[in-house]
């Protein structure tokens, strides 16, 4: 009975001296705080090449302040330069005094200079570093991607955050931004076709300034793209397009898919939710919404000729006109020649899109690497020629939502 009851007050006296001590730790220590202090979290990188090859690294820092200090993160951009990413980043620890992480790093944008360049050997150290993962989104840009980090944004926002929102995942299935991240670019890039995209980001300034204008002499006034204004800076307007989409053979930049094109190519590779067709010219302007939309791109070879099909499908509802006619508030069914007008403009797209894919070489719908997958007992005797043989079916199929 003595053992059990000494063993009881040592018990308590323990449980008492325990909570003495948690109590004076919660209280005296900073939990780290001083180590917070010390490091700085990496969310956006910007990768440039300089008048002598040298690359240059902006990183957009977010950078925990002590709360005494009002905001408990402060945004800035470092810039470092080096042979490698590593190299680049060890130049801004040696700046800054941070150690630089990157688990954190959510928004790669590669500039200009890097076109003629192999991206992906480039990038190599975000794909090897295991503290880097391979979902940050990857984006290519008009000029320097140094220079577009470096804009000052209103309300505190960092501008990671901003382009961040304008390829979200809810962009995408609005076939607005071909989205795509380190892992997406990889895998296209060590495929068959040896093809990858990316996202085109474009900055106009001033109130008639739009850079949305298309490439390859083709007008993208209409659908697919996405935009987000950021402050009035020097009496202009600064906004931010990414509708268009930039796509490499092997790393290397082919060419840029102007919105049209790049919104057939959506339609056809992502999982769209909902999104609006613009049909038709004056009088006759339609826009349609379209849902339950359902794309494929598939390969056969057929007498020795290989046929790539592109197939699209989905409901679809007169969201807005100019059409004076009879018709009441609400109404379901679509018109037949609305439907009509609408798959033809549809395949228009598609038609640009691959032409323009083909003139430049670049197989990224995949082909080829649909040829080895589906039909390879013909890969190595089409694999050389399929680009110049390939027969184009389109298959646009709307019907009414009502």
């Excluded at 007169?318 to 109404?331: A, T």
């Amino acid at each position: 009975m003595k053992k059990e009851s000494l063993l009881k007050r040592l018990s308590g006296l323990f449980i008492a001296l325990l909570i003495a001590v948690l109590s004076a730790l919660f209280f005296t220590n900073d939990f780290g705080l001083v180590d917070l202090r010390k490091t700085s979290v990496i969310i956006g990188v910007g990768v440039d090449f300089d008048e002598k090859d040298e690359m240059v690294l902006t990183a957009q820092l977010a950078v925990p302040m002590p709360a005494e200090n009002g905001e408990n993160t402060q945004f800035t951009v470092v810039t470092g330069r080096g042979s490698s990413v590593a190299d680049a980043l060890n130049d801004v620890n040696v700046k800054t005094g941070f150690y630089p992480k990157l688990v954190f790093c959510k928004l790669i944008i590669v500039g200009e200079s890097c076109f003629d360049k192999d991206i992906n050997s480039q990038l190599n150290y975000f794909f090897s570093n295991e503290y880097s993962g391979l979902t940050p989104k990857i984006a290519a840009c008009k000029g320097k991607a140094g220079d577009l980090f470096s804009m000052q944004l209103p309300y505190g926002d960092s501008v990671t955050d901003s382009v961040d929102r304008l390829l979200s995942d809810e962009a995408q299935k609005s076939a607005n931004v071909s989205t795509a991240n380190l892992n997406d670019f990889g895998q296209g890039y060590y495929s068959k076709s040896k093809a990858s995209y990316m996202p085109y980001i474009e900055v106009s300034g001033g109130e008639s300034g739009d850079s949305s204008g298309g490439e390859n002499g083709q007008d993208t006034g209409g659908e697919g793209g996405s935009k987000g204004q950021s402050q009035e800076k020097g009496g202009e307007n600064i906004e931010f397009f990414c509708g268009k989409t930039a796509v490499f053979n092997s790393g290397v930049l082919a060419g840029i898919l102007s919105k049209e094109q790049a919104f057939a190519f959506n339609l056809l590779n992502g999982e769209i939710r909902r999104t609006y067709v613009a049909c038709g010219e004056g009088e006759n302007a339609t826009t349609i919404s379209v849902r339950d939309c359902k794309g494929d791109v598939s390969l056969k070879v057929e007498k020795g000729v290989p046929v790539l099909k592109l197939s699209f499908s989905a409901a679809a509802k007169v969201q807005d006109d100019k059409i004076k006619r009879d018709k009441q508030r609400g109404e379901k069914e679509t018109p037949p020649e609305v439907l009509r007008l609408c798959e033809e403009t549809i395949k228009t797209y598609m038609g640009d899109l691959y032409a323009y894919t083909e003139s430049i070489r670049c197989d990224v719908l995949g082909a080829q690497d649909l040829l080895y997958k589906k039909q390879n007992k013909y890969y190595e005797t089409l694999k050389d020629s399929i680009i110049k043989t390939l027969t184009v079916v389109y298959d646009v199929k709307l019907r009414s939502a009502g």
